[in-house]
């Protein structure tokens, strides 16, 4: 027994008021209408994609964005070590990757999927983003966060880095995808953060590493990647799977053919995925540039301007912008009734009124005084 996390497939585009009383106007899912529907959701001329036992999936090419075939592609699920993804995306930018960490005890004694850190040993953060991405290391995740100053400020920059993505199904928890109440991704979350991972160069060779020496204590040991297809699927570039009791198995991976990338996400799995995922990249490369597509990876949003750029160009002492204001206005329009208006328009007008006499009186004096 299990519960799917609550979709969200629509954002408030705006609200209107009718009578007195809002409404709000939802818009189509992030990616297109298509992608909202929990079936399977796949183009009209070519093959049918083949029969997948995940909950949630998604086919898509990487170079255009388009999405070829989708299954509940919003669903929101536990994404497990998939999140993973994610953790590097952000955290590879941030962090010097020939630093030298000594992690703490608390990394080291992380639960689940562990490389096998030492409080005794030190490591380069190259050597901890193999761990993470090639051996799933939730202690290798727990130092990179620590490494980037904590595991709260992570926490907001894979959060900060998902909106900016628009993946708007994912909440981060935690860095290493270990299952924490309201944390979520989707197939097509994991999709776009598979998409914007393979455009950085020190990404694409983490997740496409098959085997490397790892330190230890006394000289190094091999690690290996966990993702099969690696070994067994022509052109796989790899990415990232992930398990747990709670979340079952979950993958994202990409692979290059015949100058065409294709990525494959797949959430909600109950068994064995490995041979599921190489026939829908397989269908994929088949119908890419052929089939009408479904839906579309969205690119990210624009960087937000340095913050010291814009506090160089705000006024020091700003007023209270329309912005904040709209707000406090809309919720006192939203009380009104006909006689609460008529009551604020004899206000406004008589106050208005009064201060025109009044200035008009005061001209007079002054003349007045002038003229002494």
Not at 39 to 46: E, F, L, N, R, T
Not at 94 to 112: F, M, R, T
Request: proline share 7%; net charge positive.
């Amino acid at each position: 027994m299990w519960t799917k996390l609550v979709p969200i497939t629509a954002l408030i585009a705006s609200v209107t008021f009718s009578g007195g009383t809002a409404h709000a106007e939802p818009t189509a899912p992030i990616g297109g209408e298509a992608l909202g529907r929990h079936g399977v959701v796949a183009p009209a001329g070519v093959k049918k994609p083949p029969k997948s036992k995940a909950t949630s999936y998604v086919v898509a090419d990487v170079d255009t964005g388009q999405v070829l075939a989708a299954k509940d592609a919003h669903g929101r699920y536990l994404p497990a070590s998939t999140l993973k993804a994610l953790t590097a995306l952000t955290l590879i930018p941030k962090l010097d990757k020939n630093h030298k960490v000594k992690p703490s005890q608390n990394a080291c004694n992380q639960e689940g999927s562990a490389v096998g850190l030492s409080p005794k040993v030190t490591y380069k953060v190259d050597d901890l983003f193999k761990a993470l991405m090639m051996a799933s290391g939730n202690d290798a995740a727990m130092a990179l966060a620590e490494t980037n100053g904590g595991v709260a400020k992570t926490m907001t920059d894979m959060n900060a880095m998902a909106k900016r993505l628009q993946a708007n199904d994912t909440v981060a928890k935690t860095p290493s995808g270990l299952d924490k109440p309201g944390q979520s991704s989707s197939a097509y979350d994991l999709a776009l953060i598979a998409r914007a991972g393979l455009a950085n160069p020190d990404f694409r060779r983490y997740i496409s590493t098959k085997v490397t020496n790892f330190p230890a204590p006394k000289g190094h040991y091999e690690i290996s990647n966990h993702n099969k297809l690696l070994w067994r699927y022509d052109g796989m570039i790899g990415v990232k799977n992930g398990w747990t009791s709670k979340a079952r198995a979950s993958f994202v991976g990409a692979a290059t053919r015949g100058g065409h990338t294709i990525v494959v996400s797949i959430m909600r799995h109950e068994g064995y995925f490995w041979d599921e995922v190489a026939s829908l990249l397989d269908w994929g490369f088949s119908v890419v540039g052929k089939a009408q597509p479904v839906g579309q990876l969205v690119d990210p949003l624009p960087d937000p301007a340095p913050a010291a750029q814009a506090h160089a160009t705000a006024p020091a002492a700003p007023p209270a912008s329309p912005a904040v204001q709209a707000p406090l206005l809309e919720t006192a329009a939203s009380r009104q009734n006909d006689s609460t208006r008529t009551v604020g328009a004899l206000v406004i007008g008589g106050g208005l009124l009064f201060g025109l006499l009044w200035v008009g009186y005061g001209i007079r004096r002054r003349r007045a005084r002038s003229r002494v």
